[in-house]
């Protein structure tokens, strides 16, 4: 007999332990017939499972490629779903995390992606074409240190837009939407809207840039037509995805490195004068026709500070290491060694290649874009090698400038795209922008980008230098204005941590310039703003003001102070020019970090290069 004391309701009685045990032997055999059919149910749903997903695999198998092409521009599943179905568990955040309502950029871009995007991408017109008006206006020296001083405030503005970009990276847009909520709504949308412009201009002026190089080999076919080439190529890239831009990339910059490493060697052994025909040329042009350029004094200063400009869009998309944040795989390993490998872009592939561009080419040459002669169809570097008798290797220089040219069209569609996807999901632009497909893309913002685009078909155009210097005066400065917000956010942001007892241990990657190198940077950009408004107003050379020129020079500025009051007239609100460091929200979209964690993890890590061999050690040195 079994006896079951159960809070006295079962006693020991014979009746009740016969009753008991009858209790007992019905729930068991219940239990059992339960546990029965419950397997039965399973291997049923199982086996149905098995069957849909042998059919789904045949059909997948069997549905046309084209089917799944065009379905890829569709909605994600899920949101599908959660349209039909509000009252779904998938549509709980609590109970699903992932799906917040919308569709995310996917992780697709690798660390090794990022590493040459920070070596190579905006490797474009800046520095391979438009420093041929840059090397006319301040001459050699002048170039040169424009160049320089505008590269130390790049270093300063990495190190902040990568401690930023650690902290901030599920966030789309990323460095884009950092003023509006850490330094003041109405800075974040205006910067927010030049920038975008600036790179929405940016893909016309890139192929209008490729079918001027093109002239280098020929003038009979018309240009529109190597226009329309490369702008399908363009859209077909950035059809692939993140994935498909990041392989680009990869393949363009890797040419791009390898042709200014190339061109170190070559520009060396030609100035020492053993390539070429001119023989020996050492310091030639730095006396005849000079330095500087400008008779006086002041038209010198003007000249380089008129660099300053050409030299921020040349240096611009440094910063896409940010922007590209949201679909990286690993940010917090990415970055950081994407920024401590930003001194070998400015260093070797900005400042070492113009100083040899000022050994190489006279700043009168006429073949110089902006001399005003109709020889000016080619880049300084490809001067720079051809006009001392080197034959066939200026021809492969141009074919990697033309790669480098559309690569960052590539660059500009697509952060366009994700700038306006940016901008959507701030709330400061239609949210028609906001859409993602399935793959992840922001379809409706690539076509926007790709509407852009049209204005290269101006190719063809006598006018087409013009062009070209309008398109300029739009992207020179914006970038100006975005890395002076870069900065402007983070000593907002380092203020904030201080004012709300937050420690720096928290941060995935701090600033190796801090603070000081953030509040350098913006004080040399603002004076280079005040110097490029008197170089507007009073050119160099003429003293007196041309309406034209000041456009020319000066056009940015005006549409950002038409975004910034426009904005605060829509919103009604001239309360305050900051937002207060303790009313700065420091937890939504941020990522928080185990400050202990992160020292265990570096110990563990220079413990295990320490006995792993020397090349690990001195690869993990430089990048």
Not at 243 to 264: H, R, T
Not at 445 to 471: D, N, R, Y
Not at 476 to 502: D, E, K, M, N, P
Not at 504 to 522: F, M, P, T
Request: proline share 4%; with cysteine; net charge neutral.
């Amino acid at each position: 007999m079994v006896s079951i004391n159960s809070n006295k309701k079962i006693t020991g009685s014979s009746s009740a332990d016969i009753e008991t045990d009858n209790v007992i032997e019905y729930f068991t055999e219940g239990k059992e017939k339960l546990s029965t059919t419950l397997q039965d149910d399973q291997s049923i749903e199982s086996s149905s499972n098995d069957d849909e997903d042998n059919s789904n695999k045949k059909y997948s198998i069997t549905q046309p490629h084209l089917r799944k092409f065009i379905d890829s521009f569709k909605k994600p599943d899920h949101i599908v779903r959660d349209l039909e179905d509000p009252n779904s568990l998938d549509n709980d955040p609590i109970m699903n995390p992932d799906n917040d309502g919308e569709g995310k950029l996917k992780s697709t871009i690798k660390p090794r992606h990022v590493l040459m995007m920070s070596l190579g991408t905006g490797i474009g017109t800046g520095l391979l074409v438009g420093n041929a008006t840059a090397l006319r206006n301040a001459g050699p020296a002048g170039l040169v240190i424009g160049y320089a001083i505008m590269g130390s405030c790049l270093y300063c503005i990495i190190q902040a837009c990568g401690e930023l970009a650690v902290c901030y990276s599920n966030l789309p847009g990323n460095f884009n939407s950092y003023p509006s909520f850490l330094v003041d709504p109405a800075l974040g949308f205006s910067v927010a809207w030049v920038y975008c412009l600036q790179w929405l201009c940016v893909t016309p002026l890139e192929l209008v840039t490729a079918s001027m190089t093109i002239k280098y080999w020929t003038t009979k076919v018309d240009p529109d037509v190597f226009v329309v080439i490369f702008y399908v190529l363009i859209i077909i890239i950035n059809i692939f995805g993140a994935q498909g831009y990041a392989e680009a990339e990869f393949f363009f910059n890797s040419c791009k490195v390898l042709m200014i490493s190339g061109f170190f060697i070559l520009g060396i052994i030609t100035i020492c004068g053993k390539a070429g025909t001119d023989g020996y040329i050492g310091t030639k042009y730095w006396h005849h026709p000079g330095a500087f350029n400008g008779d006086h004094a002041i038209d010198r200063f003007k000249g380089v500070m008129a660099v300053f400009v050409r030299a921020a869009f040349a240096m611009g998309a440094s910063e896409f290491i940010s922007i590209t944040a949201a679909e990286q795989s690993n940010p917090r390993k990415a970055i950081p060694r994407a920024a401590k490998t930003m001194i070998y872009r400015i260093v070797f592939i900005f400042l070492t290649s113009i100083t040899l561009i000022g050994f190489l080419v006279p700043y009168d040459s006429d073949q110089l874009m902006g001399s005003g002669s109709s020889a000016t169809k080619a880049s300084p570097y490809v001067i720079a090698i051809a006009s001392h008798g080197v034959r066939v290797v200026p021809h492969f220089i141009n074919a990697v400038i033309l790669l480098s040219v559309l690569s960052v069209a590539n660059s500009a569609f697509y952060s366009s795209s994700r700038l306006l996807h940016s901008l959507a999901v701030q709330g400061y632009a239609p949210k028609i922008f906001n859409y993602l497909d399935r793959e992840g893309r922001p379809s409706i913002a690539m076509i926007c980008s790709a509407l852009f685009g049209v204005i290269a078909f101006c190719a063809s155009s006598p006018k087409e230098e013009q062009v070209f210097t309008w398109l300029l005066a739009i992207s020179g400065l914006s970038q100006l204005f975005t890395w002076i917000t870069i900065c402007f956010s983070h000593l907002r942001f380092r203020r904030a941590l201080t004012v709300q007892g937050r420690s720096l241990d928290e941060l995935g990657y701090k600033s190796q310039v801090g603070i000081w190198g953030s509040a350098y940077a913006a004080t040399m950009m603002i004076l280079a703003l005040i110097a490029q408004f008197w170089v507007a107003i009073a050119p160099i050379g003429e003293g007196k003001l041309d309406a034209q020129a000041f456009f020319e020079n000066y056009l940015a500025m005006p549409i950002l102070i038409a975004f910034y009051f426009g904005y605060r007239i829509w919103k009604k609100d001239w309360s305050s020019l900051f937002i207060r460091a303790d009313k700065i929200d420091l937890i939504t979209h941020r990522k928080i970090f185990d400050g202990d964690l992160l020292r265990q993890e570096e110990e563990e890590l220079k413990e295990k290069l320490k006995n792993g061999p020397f090349w690990k050690r001195v690869v993990d040195f430089l990048f």
